[in-house]
Each structure stands twice: as C-alpha cells, then as structure tokens.
C-alpha cells in the first residue's frame, strides 16, 4: 500500500509565503517524477511544477519566479515553497508521484490534496 499525503495549506494574505509538503510512504522501491498540481473551483486541474529523481525541475509559466519545488529522497518527500501568492492561486493543490513499488509494479499515485486560500 502507498500512500501520499500532503501538508502545510492554508489561509495567507496576498502577496504571502506557504509551503506544502508532500510525503509518500509505504511499500515503495523508487520514486520517479515527483508533481504538484492545483486545482482551483470550476477549472481544470492544472500542473505547477515537478521535480526528476536527480532534481530536474520544471514550472508553469504562471509560478516561474515566486514558487521553487524541492525534493528530499532520503524523506521521499517534496515541498513547494510558494512566494508572492495571488488571490487567483486559491486551489485545492495535489502531490503526485510516479513511482515503482516493492512489488514491481510502476504507477502514479495521488494525494488527498491540501487547501490553500489567498485572501485579497
């Protein structure tokens, strides 16, 4: 069984700092690409940035500049520092992970979500 739960959302003032969290555990051989996703009400979940198993990163345009993900393999852990948040940033944010388990199976998996709200 793997698990993936996020941490560290919340309510913040525009123009505020979070970070998130993201810690999978369980029977676990690997994990690859590590990702957050958001999803704000009555849109589309949307990418925000991943992060490679040898620390390659990548972000939405939107982000580029106030938010940094990093990755701590020893913790199988992630984490989204998020800078300089907008009100439109208000969404429901996802960890997901594409990993091996102990079982040889590869897959994704998903977390439960945390909530960030940015106030104006």
């Known amino acids: 069984q793997v698990q993936l739960v996020e941490s560290g959302g919340g309510l913040v003032q525009t123009g505020g700092s979070l970070r998130l969290s993201c810690t999978a555990s369980?029977?676990?051989?690997?994990?690859?690409?590590m990702r957050w996703y958001r999803q704000a009400p009555g849109k589309q979940r949307e990418l925000v940035a991943f992060?490679?198993?040898?620390?390659?990163?990548n972000y939405a345009d939107s982000v580029k500049g106030r938010f940094t993900i990093s990755r701590d393999n020893a913790k199988n852990t992630i984490y989204l520092q998020m800078n300089s948040l907008k009100p439109e940033e208000t969404a429901v944010y996802y960890c997901n992970a594409d990993l091996w388990t102990a079982m040889g199976v590869f897959r994704s998996y998903w977390g439960q979500g945390t909530q960030v709200f940015v106030s104006s």
């Open positions: 992060i490679t198993s040898d620390g390659s990163t």
């Open positions: 369980g029977s676990i051989s690997s994990i690859n690409t």
